[in-house]
């Protein structure tokens, strides 16, 4: 298993600015990923970081818009950068540990509000 | 293009009665599928899972079928408590690749 962190919790921010999201893992792992949530929607995978090379993103995101670092097998940031009210939404961090056949665990989430 | 794919946005039962959750999927890629429950301000958490070489896999409360034909998925809750109302996702995964693709969600509310 895994425990995650994710800072801050929440946050409500002005259109235009930039917001930095903190993951932080109990133990190392090689597969670390950034879902959304929008609301009312499912999750959504915005990226895959694995650590020693550059991330990796979905159809729909694009790295200027949500810049990843993974400088560690134990933390990785997502950057919700020239944000709008569309960008309101929940941001996970999730990891996995094991093999094929394990399952993915999550961080609490980031509720971002854009106003 | 949803892969994932949860047709029931919203279940109500009563409490010690059967839950059914269920899930269809389109990629026949799809090689792992897990469930996961959410309550409101929190992150996903893993419930159960199964392989695309099983169609039943239990676990305590929770069982899920798999049917590879129809491309369908179940998790049935028995018997059904209050503290299970939450939302479900069921979840989709794809050989090496391990990223999961999730279905919309179902809301499931078990009265006391």
């Known amino acids: 298993s895994a425990v995650i962190s994710q800072k801050p919790s929440r946050d409500i921010c002005q259109r235009g600015t930039s917001l930095t999201i903190q993951c932080q893992v109990d133990?190392?792992?090689?597969?670390m990923f950034w879902y959304r949530q929008q609301p009312g929607q499912s999750l959504t995978l915005i990226a895959t970081?694995?650590?020693?090379?550059?991330?990796?993103?979905e159809s729909g995101f694009v790295i200027d818009k949500f810049p990843i670092s993974r400088p560690n097998l134990t933390f990785s940031t997502l950057t919700v950068s020239n944000m709008s009210p569309e960008d309101s939404s929940i941001y996970l961090c999730s990891v996995i540990t094991g093999g094929w056949g394990t399952e993915a665990f999550f961080g609490q989430g980031t509720r971002l509000t854009v106003v | 293009d949803q892969q994932v794919k949860q047709n029931s946005p919203s279940l109500s039962v009563q409490e010690g009665r059967i839950s059914i959750l269920n899930c269809d999927y389109t990629n026949s890629m799809f090689d792992y599928f897990l469930w996961y429950k959410k309550y409101p301000a929190e992150g996903p958490t893993f419930l159960i899972s199964i392989s695309s070489i099983k169609d039943k896999n239990e676990d305590g409360r929770f069982t899920v079928f798999l049917n590879k034909s129809a491309k369908h998925l179940s998790l049935h809750i028995v018997p059904s408590q209050p503290g299970d109302s939450a939302v479900y996702f069921c979840?989709?995964?794809?050989?090496?690749?391990?990223?999961?693709?999730f279905g919309s969600g179902t809301q499931l509310t078990v009265l006391p």
């Open positions: 979840a989709a995964s794809a050989g090496s690749a391990r990223q999961l693709t």
């Open positions: 133990s190392q792992v090689t597969m």
């Open positions: 970081a694995n650590q020693g090379s550059e991330a990796t993103y």
